[in-house]
């Protein structure tokens, strides 16, 4: 008869943190519930200390910087090449026709070849992804960082649109506040350079402002809409499109200084009262009087606060760490902890832990690729490849911090089941890799342990080669589902 | 702004980089002697539709979008279509079907969605209900689950085919589908796939439902010698648009050579993103022109890798709605309402633009701001699938678009 607790606690690595590592089930097996609870309370958890990483500003403007020199070289190349063909013109006038047929013409100058793998923007990227990846693989349950992950999807931004300040957004506006107050992670990263890049706010200008008149751009709703549909209310709350429009107008002088020319501040947030839209606002049956950046920040700060906040973040978190149909009396729960505590994220997170619901609701939510990855890379003690870890959630349609449209990446699984394959062909290289140090049988029982069941036990004991068996462990549906 | 900042490359994904498809022969089609195929193309972030036809026959057009506006003399100048509307100058492929009769283009259309999300217009978009909800499944994939099939095209599987790891809601459903995903790593061998499906079937039916789907479209590509290599890691953060062009070329004419194969997969979904052009549009030689042009090469692949059942092929190219009619203040355009769906095919009599025109009057324009729809994109839909697909009207209005008794499927499309 198999312990409860040791039941318990492979039950709660897998479904709140990253699955578990060798030996993780059995170090939190006296008290799983009490483990994810002291998991919250380490000093730092969550964040991540690491001199070596530049901030998202110092990281866009080398990126800026890099840019230029490049340019710069190339321009250097074109001149050469125009000059060699100026003398090969030369030396051809000064021949006979017989030999200028013969002469070569002048060999285009090869274009300076960069090697995107070499770039300082792809080499700042991957020491990001090796950060990332650090804080996923070391802890021992990894609860806080599957709260990172959750905030960091909810408020996600893109690589595409803002490409070299994705790792130090996530360090620098997500991950101080994931046990802190709502309000303070939503004012951080609504006020970040990269959220105002890539929601355009920071081209946003109020028509009557000073700019406004002077020049012929103007206002760019993007961040306004979004801030109420995806990242406080919720979608079909109640705001409406006049709502919309003047928030804009209130956000309006939200931007960042240009990296052009200001080699240290460049990429950095400011308020820019030129560009401010002038004069009070009303937004959701309140008039926000002008004080500048102020009266943005008390919009946020009620939205914030608003009882629908507390609904759709209550939803999501329920979605997410207990079912895909989320249980109406966890929502209520949490949703009445994010209200009574004036969005205290910790108290909500504990909620979550405490709550019934997560414990109870069938084992069957399926996880998303990076989860998955991440457990795979835990179960057979790796380190972790940045590089082909791209690859991987590339491949699976999950690539890091490239979400195809503000809402993020799915959390339900309509949207993965179908990536399953992939999975299969993934999990098939990494058992090739690992297959000659790694005993299939100890990775069953390290990372799912009384949670396998008798099929997948005897799959895997039945299997024609070690890479085969683990490819099986790897892929069993009580490893793809938490 | 700082070319740093700037989304030179909108970020144009293949929605999921791979196909979804359904490997059934209509039944009463096929009776008929036809073997129709129907791609559907889910361009997700609301594209704007007066930036791929220009009604320039409109006297206030210009006056509408200044210097932004598309027009005949423009610098590239718009491709004419009709005395009232002309083609995005990024878009030569699509210009030369239409001259051909073989696009169609249908303007100032819409789903009945009326707010301004993407992602709920998105879910009405393909769930193909009248108003958002959270749905499991799309119109797509109802029309296919009660479309009578003769037999299994491939008579291995009898799945729809879908590209891509991330499931589009339209052809998510109760018809079973094949995924097909460029750029896999090494696959793992059939044997362990055999195994892991049967620990699926005996534990995890879901889980087992998708494996087979993969296990499948892998046979089908083997036998027809296709090429399922990977290609090694593409950084679309590091490419120029030439590179996006190529890729989506390369998924898109992988696509049809699945859709073309005699016992192929007949109907087939995928998505683009990169429609949301808040800011700098450049419709006629910037960003979204840039885009357009994918979109154009991806259409001439998927013509050229038909081959001859390119006749009998229908290509819908739709989004959840179109954009603000005037510029913002950030040189783009914000959310809005009336936009163009787009028909390419040889099935189609086309060289038509289809328009209850509306009028970009201040007045005209719905809320003020965005172009109105006078077209319900439900008819056009509800008209492929009943023409092409042999769909019956009660099974259009009760299961694939429900509550749309009022909207007549759209007559004629066909050729």
Not at chain 1, 440 to 447: F, S
Not at chain 2, 277 to 289: D, K, P, R, V
Not at chain 2, 335 to 358: E, F, K, M
Request: proline fraction near 7%; charge should be neutral.
């Amino acid at each position: 008869m198999v312990d409860d607790r040791t039941r318990e606690a492979a039950f709660a690595l897998h479904r709140f943190g990253l699955g578990p590592r060798p030996g993780s089930i059995a170090a939190i097996a006296s008290d799983p519930r009490g483990a994810l609870l002291a998991e919250l309370e380490r000093p730092g958890v969550g964040t991540i200390n690491n001199s070596d990483l530049l901030t998202s500003a110092q990281a866009s403007r080398a990126g800026f910087e890099a840019q230029a020199a490049r340019q710069a070289k190339n321009v250097l190349a074109q001149r050469a090449q125009k000059e060699a063909e100026r003398l090969a013109a030369e030396e051809r006038q000064g021949m006979s026709e017989e030999a200028g047929k013969m002469a070569e013409p002048a060999k285009p100058a090869a274009a300076p070849q960069v090697d995107p793998a070499a770039t300082p923007e792809r080499q700042n990227f991957l020491k990001e992804v090796r950060a990332r990846l650090d804080a996923a693989l070391l802890p021992e349950i990894g609860f806080a960082e599957r709260l990172v992950w959750f905030w960091s999807n909810h408020f996600c931004i893109s690589r595409d649109v803002v490409p070299n300040m994705a790792g130090g957004y996530e360090r620098e506006a997500i991950r101080p506040h994931i046990l802190g107050r709502f309000a303070d992670m939503l004012l951080a990263v609504e006020g970040h350079p990269a959220m105002l890049v890539y929601l355009n706010n920071q081209v946003s200008i109020g028509p009557n402002s000073v700019a406004g008149i002077n020049r012929t751009r103007g206002l760019n709703e993007n961040l306004a809409r979004e801030i109420l549909e995806l990242h406080t209310l919720g979608v079909r709350t109640g705001y409406s499109q006049t709502d919309v429009f003047n928030f804009a107008k209130v956000l309006t002088g939200w931007t960042i200084l240009p990296p052009v020319n200001n080699p240290e501040h460049g990429a950095e947030f400011v308020f820019n009262a030129r560009m401010h839209e002038p004069g009070p606002q009303q937004v959701i049956d309140k008039t926000y009087p002008d004080t500048g950046v102020e009266q943005g920040r008390a919009v946020l700060a009620d939205v914030a606060r608003n009882p629908a906040t507390a609904t759709h973040i209550a939803t999501k978190l329920a979605r997410h760490f207990a079912a895909d149909d989320p249980p109406p009396a966890l929502v209520e729960r949490l949703a009445k902890t994010f209200r009574d505590t004036d969005g205290d994220l910790k108290e909500v997170t504990k909620t979550l832990v405490v709550s019934p619901e997560p414990w109870s609701s069938p084992r069957d939510k399926l996880k998303r690729p990076s989860e998955w990855a991440i457990a795979l890379s835990r179960a057979v003690g790796g380190r972790g490849d940045p590089q082909r870890f791209v690859n991987g959630q590339r491949v699976l349609g999950e690539p890091l911090w490239q979400p195809p449209a503000p809402q993020g990446f799915a959390d339900t699984e309509g949207a993965w089941i179908d990536g399953v394959g992939a999975r299969l062909d993934i999990a098939n290289n990494v058992a090739q890799r690992v297959a000659g140090r790694v005993d299939p049988g100890e990775v069953l029982a390290d990372a799912l342990g009384p949670l396998a069941s008798a099929e997948t036990r005897a799959a895997v004991a039945l299997a024609e080669t070690r890479q085969q068996a683990l490819t099986l462990a790897l892929m069993a549906p009580e490893f793809q589902r938490r | 702004m700082p070319a740093l900042l700037s989304s030179t490359r909108r970020d144009f994904l293949i929605g999921s980089g791979a196909l979804f498809a359904w490997a059934h022969t209509p039944r009463l089609a096929r009776a008929e002697g036809r073997d129709p195929r129907v791609l559907v193309v889910v361009l997700r972030g609301a594209l704007d539709g007066l930036a791929v036809a220009a009604p320039v026959g409109d006297p206030d057009w210009v006056k509408l979008r200044g210097d932004r506006a598309l027009v005949l003399d423009g610098k590239p100048p718009a491709l004419p279509l009709d005395s009232f509307f002309a083609l995005n100058p990024a878009m030569p492929n699509l210009h030369r079907l239409y001259q051909a009769q073989q696009a169609t283009i249908v303007h100032a259309s819409a789903t009945p969605y009326r707010d301004r999300s993407h992602f709920d217009g998105q879910d009405v978009l393909e769930s193909g209900f009248s108003k958002p909800g959270s749905y499991d499944s799309g119109w797509l994939n109802r029309a296919l689950s009660r479309l009578e099939a003769d037999g299994r095209v491939n008579p291995r599987g009898s799945r729809a085919f879908a590209v891509g790891p991330v499931t589009p809601l339209v052809v998510r459903g109760p018809a079973p589908l094949m995924t097909w995903m460029p750029r896999q790593p090494l696959p793992a061998s059939e044997d362990t796939q055999a195994r892991l499906l049967d620990l699926y079937v005996h534990t995890d039916p879901k889980l087992a439902r998708a494996l087979e789907g993969r296990k499948d479209l892998v046979a089908l590509a083997r036998d027809s010698g296709m090429d399922t290599k990977p290609a090694g890691d593409q950084n679309p953060a590091l490419v120029g648009i030439a590179r996006v062009r190529e890729y989506a070329a390369e998924v898109v004419g992988s696509a049809a050579r699945y859709l073309a194969q005699p016992d192929g997969p007949r109907v087939g979904a995928l998505s683009f993103t990169g429609w949301d052009t808040h800011i700098n549009e450049g419709a006629a030689s910037g960003a979204l022109a840039g885009l357009l042009g994918v979109l154009d090469g991806a259409i001439a692949a998927f013509e050229r890798n038909m081959g001859a059942a390119w006749g009998e092929t229908v290509v819908v190219l739709i989004t959840e709605f179109g954009r603000t009619a005037r510029i913002n203040g950030t040189d783009g355009t914000d959310h809005g309402t009336g936009t163009v769906a787009l028909l390419a095919g040889g099935a189609l009599r086309g060289g038509r633009v289809i328009a209850d025109w509306p009028g970009l009057k201040d007045a005209n324009l719905y809320e003020n701001r965005d172009l109105a729809a006078t077209t319900d994109l439900r008819a056009v839909l509800k008209g492929v699938l009943k023409d092409h697909l042999r769909l019956d009207d009660t099974v259009l209005v009760n299961s694939v678009f429900p509550g749309s008794a009022d909207i007549k499927p759209m007559p004629g499309l066909l050729a």
